[in-house]
């Protein structure tokens, strides 16, 4: 082993913690953005977004709505952002019950 190697050290590395959208909650930092990879589910397509916090980085799966939001052209990789969410509460155009969400980028 080369000298320069033996004296490195060494952290683990591992994935972000997984956000689910169970509870409202408030989730603020610097938006990493998503990978090409995308799960469907029961509702259709979501992408794995992910976000660094002030503790650690966190990674979420969007639901429509959220994507909706986060496809803004004002939120980008590196942006700082704010998303809120509410809890169930929108009725969609079917008369069942939504997810409600609303996303802030700072400027």
């Given at each position: 082993?080369?000298?320069?190697?033996?004296?490195?050290?060494?952290?683990e590395v591992s994935g972000g913690s997984l956000?689910?959208?169970n509870e409202p909650r408030v989730l603020e930092g610097v938006y990493q953005g998503?990978?090409?990879?995308?799960?469907?589910?029961?509702?259709?397509?979501?992408?794995?977004?992910s976000i660094v916090t002030d503790?650690?980085?966190?990674?979420?799966?969007?639901?429509?709505?959220?994507e909706r939001l986060l496809a803004d052209p004002r939120i980008k990789a590196g942006s700082r952002i704010r998303i809120v969410y509410e809890g169930k509460s929108e009725?969609?155009?079917t008369g069942r019950m939504a997810k409600a969400f609303t996303v802030q980028v700072a400027t």
């Open positions: 082993m080369p000298e320069t190697q033996a004296q490195e050290s060494w952290e956000v689910t959208w998503f990978p090409a990879a995308k799960v469907a589910g029961q509702f259709g397509e979501q992408y794995k977004h503790e650690a980085r966190v990674e979420f799966y969007s639901p429509a709505i959220l009725k969609t155009s």
